[in-house]
């Protein structure tokens, strides 16, 4: 079985000031990684996935998420956050050995400052 | 645009009167999702369908129940909804069988209150 801990609920952080939003994954097989954004009142949506290959992913809007097998974790990272950034941002795992279940962290709400 | 539509945004029911949330999708995805999320807490999945074939979580009270009378439309029946059930209701799809790499699209939600 596996299971995600997203440890900081809250973020604040002033208008283009770096973040890091953390993400550690416990499993006993190999499992792919996502984060999803949920912004007010929206769906959840896909920011990014680790499936293979490169270790460091990135997504079209400047975040970006590097896989450490070793430490378990899947933080997400952007180095200048702006005040749409402001949402509830969930990372996820499913096992890579074939089935389909997402596995979520609680969440952490970022608050973008101005 | 193609999207995962969810009726409606905010149900509220009494307690033991049964409740229906609906989900459709323009996708034409062969998979469609239930989640229960609750405050402050991950998603929970509840259900699946993989085409017509339903797939029950282990753990989903028998209380909720699933429809799915073709590909674009999904309901979610909560039979006798207890005080513990008000939560955000997810749906979600994804393209393609059961693949552990498949993105999932998720609509708004439904934020069912129980009195």
């Known amino acids: 079985a596996q299971s995600v801990t997203q440890l900081d609920s809250q973020v604040p952080v002033f208008e283009e000031a770096p973040v890091e939003l953390r993400c550690n994954y416990s499993s006993s097989v190999s499992v792919y990684l996502f984060w999803y954004v949920q912004y007010p009142n929206q769906g959840l949506q896909l920011l990014l996935k680790?499936?293979?290959?490169?270790?460091l992913v990135e997504s079209i809007n400047g975040f970006e998420a590097e896989f450490n097998k070793s430490q378990t974790s899947f933080h997400l990272r952007k180095p200048s956050v702006h005040i749409s950034d402001t949402a509830e941002y969930f990372c996820?795992?499913?096992?890579?050995?074939?089935?389909?279940?997402?596995?979520f962290g609680t969440g952490t709400r970022l608050k973008v400052l101005a | 645009d193609a999207m995962v539509i969810q009726n409606p945004r905010y149900q509220v029911t009494q307690f033991g009167k049964p409740v229906t949330l609906s989900c459709s999708q323009t996708?034409?995805?062969?998979?469609m999702y239930w989640y229960q999320q609750k405050s402050s807490q991950a998603p929970k999945l509840l259900f699946h369908?993989?085409?017509?074939?339903?797939?029950n979580e282990a753990d989903t009270p028998d209380n909720f129940q699933s429809r799915r009378p073709n590909t674009s439309f999904c309901f979610l029946d909560i039979r006798s909804p207890g005080l513990g059930d008000a939560a955000m209701y997810l749906c979600a799809t994804s393209r393609e069988g059961l693949a552990s790499t498949d993105t999932q699209y998720f609509g708004p939600g439904t934020r069912l209150t129980v009195l």
């Open positions: 996708l034409n995805h062969n998979v």
């Open positions: 369908y993989y085409d017509k074939d339903f797939n």
């Open positions: 996820a795992v499913s096992d890579a050995s074939g089935t389909y279940k997402y596995i």
């Open positions: 680790y499936l293979s290959g490169s270790t």
